[in-house]
């Protein structure tokens, strides 16, 4: 018990993490962890396919998933994408995509789970991938030279980092191209994306990914974290307890900085933070012999706020 005082003294020093970091190591396997990838698993770079997970974050995360109940990254990125970059993960991490309209459970190749989630399949998939596509093709034929598509399966990307100057005109294609289409328009950093509207975002993923946790805590960065954020908070209602942190850098909007209860300053911190975590829930006696979760019977359970 004195290793896990003395890891919570380290990790908290008299900051919000500390009344969490109690709640979530008295009953690790009734703790969930939920982790954006780009801009707070990875540092953001000037293409998107540059990026890389920040050192030790895949060993981290993997740490994490064999002591906590439930360890997800939450990402606007195709899973196959993040795939790729948490190799090394294991079975036991959640990896959802697209927002939530992709979802497989751990790095290994062939473990999609569409029943699991509410995933986009079958005909109404082809129609929004129909859409998508005419969307990125208009996007390429609109004259923004500096402009650049990154399509993304079931949504598009446009991105105009290599020229902020842009950012008018680019808004003003996606929200034709969305009136056009039917998809919707979400803000990112340095690019706007165009997705199908389905009412899924992170914040409904957190939502449903959360049942039976008494502890969640969620790291993003930016403006597609919030309803993350909001979810976060509507179960902080109910008594669980709950953690927003910001991950920063010269880039992290306003909102997401002023929603957060933690600021970090990079993905590295992070990590630090996830492995930090793991050690200490590996050091909680209570880690052992605490029921799994999903076993009958759990829920949210008694009330234990921050
Ligand atoms: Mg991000």
Redesign the pocket.
Known sequence: MADFEERVAEITADNPLEGWLKAALADPRRAGVFV?????LSDIVATPDEATAAPGAAEALASLSERVGRVAVVSGRPVSYLVERLAGCGGAIELIGLYGMEAQSGTDPGRDEPGRYRSVSGPERERWLAAVEVAAGEAEDAGIASLSVERKSLSVALHYRSDPAAAPAVRDLAGILARRTGLSVHQGKMSVELAPALGIDKGTVVSERSAGLQAVMFA???V??LPAFRAVDRLATQGIAALKVAVGGAEMPFEVMRAADVVLDGPAALVELLHAIAASAGATPSSEGSAPLGAPGSGPGSARGT
């Open positions: 954006d990838f780009d801009g707070t993003g960065d930016d597609g974290d």
